[in-house]
């Protein structure tokens, strides 16, 4: 298995630029995520999905969309990008709630780095 | 809801010394905690769960962390510290009824000779 994987690795945009960042997980899970990292912030989670075609919001979702059409994808979208937006942005899975007694946990890909100027 | 606190952001120790990361949480229900670890330029690697079974639970790479609930504490510890151990260290909990995790703001440990 692959895991969790992201694509780009890092990527620069220009303010107002739009793009969208790829996750594929291979591992059959029903829940997914996207975090970014800001320093000295830890994690902020944006969108969260627990199947195919459910998604919710997470901390700090605006200026972002998602969608979940398969089991295996979870594309994050830019659709106007701000300096705000510079960060790292992790995708993770897990293969349910991440909580429950027998401790799922979650896998998480490389990340994307990603500058707007 | 819970959430977690990181009480140190940088922690600095000789090769060889124990290791002691800090971590508070408040949760108004037994919470799920997990700390995880970031090297350079890496994604997330678990290193260990608390899930109210055993209140001293251990992970990987020599580490483990205590589940104190009169001090509301998830303390990660490792007896010698090693150069690879030098990383960013997040101390999680579980919000949104179990399906989202918390971070911490993170730990770097800094590990010299």
């Known amino acids: 298995n692959a895991g969790v994987t992201q694509t780009p690795k890092f990527r620069i945009l220009k303010i107002g630029q739009s793009m969208t960042l790829q996750c594929t997980q291979d591992?059959?899970?029903?829940?997914m995520y996207w975090y970014r990292q800001d320093p000295g912030m830890g994690l902020k989670l944006i969108y969260y999905?627990?199947?195919?075609?459910?998604?919710d919001k997470g901390e700090v979702p605006n200026g972002y969309n998602v969608s979940r059409s398969t089991t295996e994808d979870f594309p994050l979208r830019l659709e106007l990008a701000a300096p705000s937006q510079t960060s790292v942005y992790f995708c993770?899975?897990?293969?349910?709630?991440?909580?429950?007694?027998?401790?799922?946990?979650?896998?998480f890909g490389p990340g994307t780095r990603l500058l707007v100027l | 809801a819970q959430s977690v606190t990181q009480l140190d952001s940088h922690v600095s120790v000789s090769e060889g010394t124990p290791v002691l990361l800090r971590c508070n949480y408040s949760?108004?229900?037994?919470?799920?905690l997990f700390w995880y670890v970031q090297h350079p330029n890496k994604g997330l690697q678990l290193l260990l769960k608390?899930?109210?079974?055993?209140?001293l639970v251990k992970g990987i790479n020599g580490f483990e962390a205590e589940f104190k609930k009169s001090e509301t504490s998830f303390h990660l510890t490792k007896p010698s510290a090693h150069m690879s151990d030098a990383a960013e260290y997040f101390c999680?909990?579980?919000?949104?009824?179990?399906?989202?995790?918390?971070f911490g703001t993170g730990t770097q440990l800094k590990v010299e000779l």
């Open positions: 993770a899975s897990s293969p349910s709630r991440p909580g429950l007694d027998f401790g799922e946990t979650q896998y």
């Open positions: 591992m059959n899970h029903n829940y």
């Open positions: 999905s627990v199947g195919a075609g459910i998604t």
């Open positions: 949760s108004s229900y037994s919470p799920s």
């Open positions: 608390y899930t109210s079974a055993a209140t």
């Open positions: 999680v909990g579980l919000t949104g009824g179990g399906n989202k995790l918390t």
